[in-house]
């Protein structure tokens, strides 16, 4: 058997689970990132802001983190994680301030002129393969289908009209979080954020450079080209007693730095 085994990720964690993997020896990367629902499509339930808005208040995050036990998973409502020194002054959206109750009624109230045109509109999502994908689909579904909605798995990427997103950030910072959401890269963004983001990059103080950023994350939420779902997963399994092996922000692990490996 293998002393280490890395790069395990959200679609691979009911296996380690079902595998009777000892608590000690499921070490995790304490990593930030994206981990959420790119917006692909801009027709019928996705094409306004505010239905889109609506699929974010649907899917009910702590019931979906609890059902996987992972200890210390967070979920994530925001575009950047809050807890950077780099963040300026960002609110949170309105209805993060509800319960889950009282927001599937608003996203109901946000989608009754396209489901009263189309009975049970349908949504594509693409994810990963693995029984940690299954698990997160069968939530996300049931939470859609709370509020009128029909989901189903995409056969691709390119049919998606929803897709995983699941990055770790290359450093802590909130460019990098903009950054991954600029019109280049993304097929739902923000002129204006990306004329600010690119002001930010050239700012000579980080109290102008602050604020852009914080301006510029205020217009892309507003969007809601991306949804934010949680913090990425990142996790390793390594036998008591394997010198070398440490956890860290990128969850990266190369193995020349591992000691005293008999088998990997």
């Not at 801009?42 to 009910?60: K, N, P, Y």
């Not at 575009?79 to 209805?95: H, I, K, Q, Y």
């Not at 002001?199 to 809601?224: K, P």
Request: glycine share 6%.
């Amino acid at each position: 058997g293998a002393d280490m085994v890395t790069g395990l990720k959200i679609q691979h964690m009911p296996l380690v689970k079902v595998a009777g993997v000892k608590a000690a020896e499921v070490r995790r990367d304490p990593v930030l990132g994206l981990f959420g629902l790119l917006v692909k499509n801009r027709d019928g339930v996705l094409s306004t802001a505010a239905r889109r808005e609506a699929i974010a208040m649907a899917i009910d995050r702590p019931r979906m983190i609890a059902d996987f036990g992972i200890e210390d998973w967070q979920e994530a409502v925001t575009l950047s994680p809050e807890s950077l020194t780099s963040r300026g002054e960002v609110p949170r959206a309105d209805w993060t301030r509800l319960n889950q109750a009282e927001r599937w009624a608003a996203a109901r109230e946000r989608l009754a002129d396209v489901i009263a045109q189309q009975e049970a509109p349908r949504l594509t999502l693409w994810l990963p393969e693995g029984a940690g994908s299954d698990l997160m689909f069968e939530h996300i579904r049931a939470d859609l289908s709370a509020v009128g909605l029909v989901l189903a798995r995409a056969g691709s990427r390119d049919d998606a009209d929803l897709e995983l997103i699941d990055r770790v950030a290359h450093y802590d910072d909130v460019l990098w979080f903009l950054g991954q959401l600029r019109c280049a890269r993304v097929p739902l963004c923000s002129r204006d954020a990306d004329d600010r983001i690119s002001a930010a990059q050239a700012a000579e103080n980080e109290t102008a450079r602050a604020t852009l950023l914080a301006e510029a994350e205020t217009m892309l939420s507003a969007e809601y080209g991306f949804i934010p779902l949680a913090s990425p997963v990142r996790v390793s399994i390594v036998r008591p007693g394997l010198n070398g092996f440490a956890t860290n922000l990128r969850g990266l692990h190369l193995l020349q730095n591992l000691g005293d490996v008999p088998h990997i």
